[in-house]
């Protein structure tokens, strides 16, 4: 199978991907009979160009800016919507900036591919977390896919564990700190670093945001809580239904202030069932010294399910960045692949 | 898809399975379309017996030792390689006792029920152990399926996340804590109990066999090992093979008293890449306070898996048991009505 890419968005992620595929090709094609040639790419600030199904390698190869040989450039695209349905690609990356408040554009690009006939594959949680049900009806209606596991976690496999690997299992709630700019944070101001120092530490870093407020105030958090428990749990919840106590900079000064001996400060998502309804919040966390999560070093996140077949099953990533993120999209589009079929019967009437 | 199937054991695991296949009989049907029948049971101190393809349901009601209506109940089997291969089934299970130096009459179960045509599910991980290739080899020749999700961390999801979530993935190496007897006997003398009799406490808490050495000396981490160094990284070892280290009750001892303030002593598996070859070893290991595996409890074991494309990632299973066993096998058994293919593209070439 070949298929078309047209990635919205061409910043670390994007770019890591690139030199994913074409570092992977070799196995890519040995291992699942799958090519890619990308169709087109598109930025916000350069703009967009029609691509002819052109390699990773020479992508990659042809470096950033891209500039064709002959002189042809990215312009201006007066109507993403329009460049997303015309673009000649089987796949459309959503890859641009989160926007934790809307989850658009990206919503509106994913809609606008899925109506096209395009599968899409986004590392964008923003619509996972704001659209799910309707755009996963909308794909199921089309029979294309919509995968996206590199909304948590980086690429670490949450969705595809609870697609392939536990059937017939109910996940009745979730906890682990998921936002890295917060526990690199919180991990500084553990060894005395003031709060301000930590958070531009963690921007020389590349991990936080120019405005930390998104992380450290639990909107990052709530989002990710958001498609975790609308896809793991079928909750319908919306961000703004994930409670925030107690967080932000000032919260953090005096939880970590209020810490006794042995104690980790952790900014948690925590999600589980009560009488039927999901209940998802993200807090400041005072872990004893017997949770492993309180071990974590600063740029670790952690997931743990709580199952009714495996009991508690905790799922640690080592170290995210660009190239993890980047393998999720690589692992989305081999399942792509694999499995045309976008809902498996291990998803089908969750989160639906 | 109706699978039948012949369970060869039937103690904790094998009864927790039909338990579980009774219990998730509604999500199996309508998720997977599967259903499941009990074409006969064995084990070797009761003997056999073929069953009328009998649901999960109807087997659990008759309890143990099975009889059926009119006094038909187990009876001797004088060949059991015989008895594999005649009994009409489509899955044979095996759950018979871990032989931990030759995986043996194990393997010759799986040898005679691949050469009948029938696919195999083993949580019994001696035959994965000592004859990985010429098994594996044997259901590809045949085009049967040969699972073994419960070989290592009882269900816990590593040799499925392999396989269906880490496509075009490397793993170089791996660690962990997976002998759960030793986990609990070290914690419990990190708290200043004698070992003799934190071994007795295991074997009435049912995590301990009756010889402890098996789990003490490292044998059974040595067959995990060795499991998961073949399957995984595509290595050809025996358990003889593995390394072990200054194991056993009185290096355990003297290892505790050696620690340091703030290490944990676990019995660690460890495997690395070594010029081409795979090196894998067992251990106790001194574990640092920054070590997420030194904070597991006395029932938790995990594993720490280091990969090319998502780095390091630890899977930590919250509390094992017959249940967790049974989950892995149901895994399987899913599997196996997804993908006929017993060998996907991810596994082609790995450990053949």
């Known amino acids: 199978m070949h298929l078309r890419l047209l990635s919205l968005g061409y910043g670390n992620v994007g770019q890591a991907l690139v030199r994913m595929l074409a570092e992977k090709e070799a196995e890519l094609r040995e291992q699942y009979d799958l090519t890619f040639g990308y169709a087109g790419i598109y930025t916000r600030s350069s703009g967009g160009l029609v691509l002819p199904d052109l390699s990773p390698a020479d992508l990659g190869e042809a470096g950033w800016p891209y500039t064709l040989e002959g002189g042809s450039e990215l312009g201006p695209v007066a109507d993403i919507l329009a460049f997303i349905r015309e673009t000649p690609a089987d796949v459309v990356l959503e890859l641009t900036a989160l926007d934790p408040h809307s989850g658009q554009p990206a919503t509106d690009h994913i809609r606008a591919a899925l109506e096209a006939g395009k599968s899409v594959v986004t590392a964008n949680k923003g619509p996972i977390a704001y659209a799910c049900r309707e755009l996963r009806q909308l794909a199921t209606e089309r029979g294309l896919a919509l995968r996206f596991e590199s909304t948590v976690l980086d690429g670490t496999p949450i969705f ?3 697609e392939f690997c536990l059937p017939a299992t109910r996940i009745f709630g979730f906890q682990g700190p998921l936002n890295s700019t917060s526990n690199y944070v919180l991990s500084r101001m553990a060894v005395g670093e003031p709060l301000e120092q930590a958070v531009r530490g963690a921007q020389q870093l590349g991990v936080a945001e120019a405005n930390p407020a998104y992380d450290l105030d639990g909107w990052d958090a709530s989002v990710k809580a958001t498609v975790l428990a609308n896809v793991l749990m079928g909750a319908d919840l919306q961000p703004a239904d994930v409670r925030r106590d107690g967080l932000g900079a000032e919260a953090m000064r005096a939880a970590q202030a209020r810490l006794q001996p042995g ?7 925590e999600a589980e069932e009560q009488g039927g309804e999901v209940a998802a919040r993200v807090y400041l966390a005072p872990l004893p010294s017997t949770d492993v999560f309180a071990h974590l070093s600063g740029m670790e996140t952690g997931l743990r399910l709580r199952t009714d077949t495996m009991g508690e099953l905790t799922l640690i990533e080592g170290e995210g ?14 399942n792509i692949a694999r499995r045309p079929n976008p809902l498996p019967p291990s998803l089908r009437g969750k989160g639906q």
């Open 321 to 334: 960045g660009p190239g993890q993120t980047a393998f999720g999209v690589v692992a989305d589009l081999v």
């Open 160 to 162: 595809d564990l609870a």
């Open 263 to 269: 104690q980790t400060l952790k900014q948690m998502v």
